[in-house]
């Protein structure tokens, strides 16, 4: 194995970049229109062009990757997580293709990736689970007589994906429809795949997952346990090794399930087993498994000090898993936060758009596995992550406080990103303490502090950065830098105090006494228009959904009337500030 192509854009193809040259390995990287300029593009060893922005045009095009790899004359690839890396199609014209694949073999992915046929696979391992569907929806029919059964409230899931995409929790019969076509919707845009399962929603649970190593001579070694139970929207904020105050007698348990799991599925290479943990009872139940790297794998290399990209290429190259590894005690703690172009103060709203300053925090025990710079404009096209933030400290208070050190070093300027909310987790008195759930930041944390972000009223003068063209040559991509010689005008966002009425003024302009003009809070895709002109609305009500960084948002009305005047259709792509409609109370 000398060349690997790896199949993914941003922080974790730099990541693997990175532990491709460290082994000395050529790294190839594939990136669409939008990332032209990224920084994993500049840090490969060659790098090819593979279509427009869109991911189903680019990196969930699973032809024209195998295509491209085969032209790079790569011989692994690394799939990295999200896009095509729980796709056992993919995986398998990898491998029909002559190429190496760095991760589990298609079968287990089918198995495990699927996560309808991953309950069947824990049943056999007599796993723990919690109450589900062993079948993807039809549609709605099903999961109402699924609720009726085992209660409210119900999670639809994507069974082809993780990491919170495809995921709505309803509380009644009546939210089934409309949640189940969201949820395939948004599994659809992100996985490529729109099948959608049900299973019982445990209200305030720990989410405990288990990180795994296998190889092809049948070694299983569990590298411990992370806690990522500070979420937002079912997806992680927040993840922590080892998990704070598990007892050692479910950690064990953890293990035994997570390595059976494994075996059952016939898995190789790196893999994560999720469990929800209900501290009260001390129950246990298998929720998933990712047949990939996990975006929080740094907090288990930092405590267990084993390189996880290294010993995917390793595995992958046919090397045995060392034995000693498995059940090693825990060295210290680690905290990983992630960085992501989200307005906290509006509800984490998605906030594409240029970074214009970037300054890493440094120091001991500080790491960043970034995929973004000063320059690069973010994408709507892509998941809001720009970086992850992970310390390391002897105990976990000390890792806390070192936590709140960096987040204060970290300079980000253009776009708002979670940075104020991390600093306002790290003092949380429920995080401090490890007292967390899947349900704290929504019901107990006191998020009042955040602030909207709304941008400069006057462009400032800044230096120009390089401006990098780019040649490609039979799609090959060559970079020449061109240097300016005055400086330019770049807009810059900067962080101001609202009160909640200035906030309802910024999503609703007046159109008017009794009129109130309805604009897309960012650029995005309608995706649903659910009013006609001349509807009778409320306030609260959804007038469309947009669809931003693989997250499906709903623009509201704010005040009681009548639909005028709506502009959007189903489909259509809208900048920052379009109109969709007036609504008319007079």
């Given at each position: 194995m000398q060349r690997v192509l790896v199949a993914n854009r941003g922080e974790i193809a730099v990541r693997v970049l990175r532990a491709c040259r460290e082994l000395n390995l050529?790294?190839?990287?594939?990136?669409?229109?939008?990332?032209?300029?990224?920084?994993?593009?500049?840090?490969?060893d060659e790098a090819y062009h593979i279509g427009e922005a869109a991911p189903a045009k680019s990196y969930l095009n699973v032809d024209l990757i195998v295509e491209t790899a085969e032209r790079a004359r790569a011989d692994a690839v690394h799939p990295g997580?999200?896009?095509?890396?729980?796709?056992?199609?993919?995986?398998?014209?990898?491998?029909d293709a002559g190429i190496r694949w760095v991760g589990p073999p298609p079968a287990a992915i089918a198995a495990m990736g699927d996560k309808v046929a991953a309950r069947k696979v824990a049943e056999q391992a007599k796993a723990p689970l919690v109450p589900g569907t062993v079948e993807p929806l039809s549609g709605p029919g099903p999961a109402v007589a699924f609720g009726a059964e085992h209660g409210y409230?119900?999670?639809?899931?994507?069974?082809?994906?993780?990491?919170?995409?495809?995921?709505?929790?309803?509380?009644?019969?009546?939210?089934?429809?409309?949640?189940?076509?969201?949820?395939?919707?948004?599994?659809?845009?992100?996985?490529?795949?729109?099948?959608?399962?049900?299973?019982?929603?445990?209200?305030?649970?720990?989410h405990v997952e288990a990180q795994i190593l296998a190889d092809s001579h049948g070694e299983v070694v569990f590298l411990g346990e992370r806690d990522c139970?500070?979420?937002?929207?079912?997806?992680?904020?927040?993840?922590?090794?080892?998990?704070?105050?598990?007892?050692?007698?479910?950690r064990a348990a953890l293990a035994n399930a997570a390595r059976d799991v494994a075996w059952a599925a016939g898995y190789e290479n790196a893999g994560t087993v999720e469990f929800l943990y209900e501290p009260r009872t001390g129950n246990v139940y298998f929720l998933e498994m990712n047949t990939r790297l996990q975006v929080e794998h740094p907090v288990t290399e930092l405590t267990a000090g084993i390189d996880l990209v290294h010993a995917q290429l390793r595995v992958a190259a046919g090397e045995a898993?060392?034995?000693?590894?498995?059940?090693?005690?825990?060295?210290?703690?680690?905290?990983?936060?992630?960085?992501?172009?989200?307005?906290?103060?509006?509800?984490?709203?998605?906030?594409?758009?240029?970074?214009?300053?970037?300054?890493?925090?440094?120091?001991?025990?500080?790491?960043?596995?970034?995929?973004?710079?000063?320059?690069?404009?973010?994408?709507?096209?892509?998941?809001?992550?720009?970086?992850?933030?992970?310390?390391?400290?002897?105990?976990?208070?000390?890792?806390?406080?070192?936590?709140?050190?960096?987040?204060?070093?970290?300079?980000?300027?253009?776009?708002?990103?979670?940075?104020?909310?991390?600093?306002?987790?790290?003092?949380?008195?429920?995080?401090?303490?490890?007292?967390?759930?899947?349900?704290?930041?929504?019901?107990?944390?006191?998020?009042?502090?955040?602030?909207?972000?709304?941008?400069?009223?006057?462009?400032?003068?800044?230096?120009?950065p390089p401006r990098r063209l780019v040649i490609e040559l039979e799609g090959k991509r060559f970079d020449v830098d061109v240097f300016p010689q005055a400086p330019v005008k770049v807009p810059e966002r900067v962080r101001t105090p609202r009160s909640p009425l200035a906030l309802e003024r910024a999503r609703a302009e007046s159109g008017g006494p009794g009129k109130e003009v309805v604009?897309?809070?960012?650029?995005?895709?309608?995706?649903?228009?659910?009013?006609?002109?001349?509807?009778?609305?409320?306030?609260?009500?959804?007038?469309?959904?947009?669809?931003?960084?693989?997250?499906?948002?709903?623009?509201?009305?704010?005040?009681?009337g009548t639909v005028t005047g709506l502009s959007v259709d189903e489909g259509q792509t809208v900048p920052t500030g379009a109109t969709i409609a007036t609504i008319d109370s007079t």
């Open positions: 050529t790294g190839v990287a594939v990136y669409s229109d939008a990332d032209r300029d990224a920084l994993h593009v500049e840090l490969a997580y999200g896009f095509l890396a729980e796709n056992a199609s993919f995986a398998q014209a990898v491998i409230p119900l999670a639809l899931k994507a069974a082809f994906g993780g990491g919170g995409r495809g995921m709505k929790v309803v509380h009644t019969p009546e939210e089934v429809g409309d949640a189940l076509e969201s949820a395939e919707r948004e599994s659809k845009a992100a996985f490529g795949r729109s099948e959608v399962y049900v299973e019982r929603y445990l209200e305030a649970p720990r139970s500070l979420q937002r929207r079912h997806q992680k904020l927040v993840e922590e090794a080892p998990a704070p105050g598990l007892p050692e007698e479910v898993v060392p034995a000693h590894w498995d059940s090693r005690p825990p060295h210290g703690h680690a905290i990983e936060v992630r960085i992501n172009a989200e307005d906290p103060g509006s509800n984490f709203m998605p906030a594409p758009g240029p970074v214009t300053a970037w300054r890493e925090p440094s120091g001991p025990g500080v790491r960043v596995d970034a995929g973004v710079r000063a320059g690069f404009t973010v994408p709507q096209a892509y998941d809001s992550l720009l970086a992850k933030l992970i310390v390391w400290g002897e105990d976990r208070d000390q890792a806390r406080r070192r936590m709140l050190r960096a987040l204060g070093e970290f300079v980000i300027e253009g776009v708002p990103t979670t940075i104020p909310f991390h600093r306002l987790a790290m003092l949380d008195p429920a995080f401090a303490s490890g007292e967390v759930t899947t349900v704290l930041v929504e019901h107990g944390m006191d998020l009042s502090s955040l602030t909207p972000a709304v941008a400069a009223e006057e462009p400032q003068v800044a230096k120009a604009k897309t809070p960012m650029q995005g895709t309608i995706v649903k228009v659910l009013v006609a002109d001349g509807d009778k609305v409320s306030p609260g009500q959804t007038i469309v959904v947009l669809e931003a960084m693989k997250m499906e948002n709903h623009v509201i009305a704010h005040q009681e």
